[in-house]
């Protein structure tokens, strides 16, 4: 008996086109829904001409009060539903219990009422904010000639 000589050894290699097409789809999911991520509610901020908060602090926790007088928090899963007075201020409080060194600032819409950012400041105040910051836009600059 003769032995044939054609042996064919199999091959050890792992084919990587079906990997890379996946991460290129996975790629060009997170490049869409990445810039829909974005929390909080739009507000219309006054522009003011004040200094930006050192980057050295943790995350502040903003609370918003929109056109309509409207209060919102950037925390918890239902961000954009508007909150009643006790829901605010009773996340405010458990966020400071659990962070007490956490910024609290307050984004107020420019047409909104002032008596609205008032309550505002007043339920984070009851809630355990010792102090209270108000983010604005800064004003553009001027292009020189």
Do not use: C, W
Not at 119 to 129: D, H
Request: aromatic letters at 4%; proline letters at 9%; a negative charge.
């Amino acid at each position: 008996m003769a032995r044939s000589r054609n042996h064919r050894k199999q091959m050890a290699e792992i084919n990587v086109v079906p990997y890379i097409d996946v991460m290129l789809v996975l790629l060009i999911i997170f490049m869409i829904t990445a810039p829909l991520l974005t929390q909080g509610v739009s507000v219309d901020l006054p522009q003011a001409d004040a200094e930006p908060l050192p980057q050295n602090l943790p995350a502040p926790l903003v609370a918003s009060v929109d056109l309509e007088g409207n209060f919102y928090l950037d925390i918890g899963e239902d961000n954009d539903q508007p909150l009643d007075y006790d829901t605010l201020v009773n996340r405010v409080a458990a966020v400071l219990r659990y962070k007490p060194r956490t910024p609290v600032m307050v984004k107020g819409d420019q047409g909104v009422d002032y008596g609205r950012v008032v309550i505002l400041m007043s339920l984070l105040q009851r809630a355990g904010a010792p102090s209270i910051g108000l983010i604005t836009e800064p004003v553009p600059v001027a292009a020189s000639n």
